[in-house]
């Protein structure tokens, strides 16, 4: 006796072997229904393999139908696998997601995969309960350019950066899944049969001028860290100092990374240790040195704010709760930065992250050498990787220059100051 076929399902023999295709009726076709052009409806040759993409794809209709009548889809208890809602949850469970996305850029990334996920095609199907095969370069093209063109809440016209953010997740997800379930991305149900490209891949972005990255300057970070210190919150001037002067990311620094026994430790006590967990790097930068019985001390303003923070905890920037001390949160830190900023009148621009950049631009003000300038930042750059090493000697080198650096603009600007007072007391004489 014949075995009963799934919905929708109908078998043909082709060169010997009996092969499965999953078909629309055309009633269904005649009223909207363009499953069958979004999906691969080629089952394969083994019917218990047919038997699971012949559900998949009926679920599909059945919530495309669903919503013809008006009526909700129904609820997805669970994932099916082989789905784009499937492989964005495969991703984030993976080693390269827990390895390559930090804590900071992690909710920025959720919420491009979710907002592509939440994306309805033409028949009212969303992106993320399609099959994997379903996303075709020509859609991934198609959903580029639908992000790109959609306006945003804050009144622009097109949206192209979250566009390019939208193909560079996408692209990476696509690429991890693959390796790890490649045989989700075969098109038809035989293994060897041709592989699925990354659809993402080769997707052609509209070019558009970035912005400039805005950085703070010195001023204005000691004026804002002083300001936070007087409003009660040196936790917070001590996160901006650590960004500028010793160019560790937010992220790091609010995380706990930078510890009081990083600090003029036992083993350092002439030195900070910050290490940077992006690129694996660990750099001692010198705070002073005594020349001829003279004591320069690099960062002492910065140093004369560390003092007003409490020892509450091991990490330098700790919040202090009624149940103890505890790590502060970005998003949580970045309001408090927002709200003294305004209070103390500072550019809009000024965060965290433009107090690290702040503190990049002055290397390159100060003129230090590409070796120098890694040397301090823990950036890597191939060109030189093999021969700009990163040594004690070196920071030394390099803090001399950027202290000189910062003690020549001071003098400058006092100099123009007194200039300035020589100039009008000139002309009060003159003109009594």
């Known amino acids: 006796?014949?075995?009963?076929?799934?919905?929708?399902?109908?078998?043909?023999?082709?060169?010997?072997?009996?092969?499965?295709?999953?078909?629309?009726?055309?009633?269904?076709?005649?009223?909207?229904?363009?499953?069958?052009?979004?999906?691969?409806?080629?089952?394969?040759?083994?019917?218990?393999?047919?038997?699971?993409?012949?559900?998949?794809?009926?679920?599909?209709?059945?919530?495309?139908?669903?919503?013809?009548?008006?009526?909700?889809?129904?609820?997805?208890?669970?994932?099916?696998?082989?789905?784009?809602?499937?492989?964005?949850?495969?991703?984030?469970?993976?080693?390269?997601?827990?390895?390559?996305?930090?804590?900071?850029?992690?909710?920025?990334?959720?919420?491009?995969?979710?907002?592509?996920?939440?994306?309805?095609?033409?028949?009212?199907?969303?992106?993320?309960?399609?099959?994997?095969?379903?996303?075709?370069?020509?859609?991934?093209?198609?959903?580029?350019?639908?992000?790109?063109?959609?306006?945003?809440?804050?009144?622009?016209?097109?949206?192209?950066?979250?566009?390019?953010?939208?193909?560079?997740?996408?692209?990476?997800?696509?690429?991890?899944?693959?390796?790890?379930?490649?045989?989700?991305?075969?098109?038809?149900?035989?293994a060897g049969e041709t592989p699925v490209w990354n659809p993402w891949e080769g997707v052609a972005m509209t070019r558009r001028r970035k912005a400039t990255k805005p950085a703070a300057t010195r001023d204005e970070v000691y004026a804002f860290a002083w300001g936070a210190v007087n409003a009660g919150h040196p936790d917070a001037a001590a996160a901006a100092v650590i960004c500028f002067e010793w160019l560790q990311r937010p992220e790091n620094v609010l995380a706990g990374y930078v510890t009081w026994n990083d600090y003029r430790g036992p083993k350092h006590p002439n030195q900070i240790r910050i290490e940077h967990h992006k690129t694996g790097e660990m750099v001692l930068h010198p705070l002073e040195e005594t020349i001829a019985g003279e004591r320069t001390l690099f960062y002492e303003e910065a140093e004369d704010v560390l003092a007003k923070v409490p020892r509450i905890g091991l990490g330098m920037v700790m919040r202090d709760r009624p149940r103890g001390p505890d790590k502060w949160d970005i998003m949580q830190m970045g309001r408090l930065v927002r709200g003294l900023r305004d209070r103390l009148g500072l550019p809009e621009t000024f965060t965290l992250d433009a107090c690290r950049h702040g503190g990049m631009t002055e290397l390159e003000e100060a003129e230090l050498t590409d070796g120098q300038g890694r040397a301090l930042s823990a950036h890597k750059s191939k060109a030189y990787e093999g021969y700009a090493k990163r040594t004690e000697k070196r920071a030394l080198a390099a803090t001399r220059k950027r202290h000189a650096h910062k003690v020549s603009a001071l003098t400058d600007e006092a100099s123009e100051i007194s200039e300035t007072q020589i100039s009008a007391g000139k002309t009060g004489a003159k003109n009594p």
């Open 1 to 190: 006796m014949r075995e009963e076929l799934p919905r929708f399902v109908r078998s043909k023999e082709v060169s010997g072997l009996t092969r499965f295709y999953w078909e629309v009726p055309s009633y269904y076709k005649k009223m909207g229904c363009v499953l069958h052009k979004e999906h691969d409806t080629a089952l394969g040759t083994d019917l218990a393999a047919a038997r699971l993409k012949a559900g998949i794809l009926n679920g599909l209709f059945d919530d495309w139908d669903r919503i013809r009548l008006g009526e909700p889809p129904a609820p997805k208890i669970e994932l099916v696998p082989g789905t784009v809602d499937w492989l964005f949850k495969t991703y984030r469970t993976s080693t390269d997601w827990e390895a390559k996305v930090s804590k900071r850029t992690a909710p920025d990334h959720e919420r491009t995969m979710k907002l592509v996920a939440d994306i309805r095609g033409k028949s009212g199907q969303r992106i993320g309960d399609k099959m994997i095969t379903a996303i075709t370069p020509a859609a991934a093209d198609k959903l580029y350019e639908r992000v790109r063109d959609t306006p945003s809440r804050k009144g622009k016209t097109t949206r192209p950066r979250t566009a390019e953010k939208v193909v560079a997740v996408c692209r990476h997800a696509w690429k991890v899944v693959h390796r790890l379930h490649p045989g989700f991305f075969i098109q038809g149900a035989q």
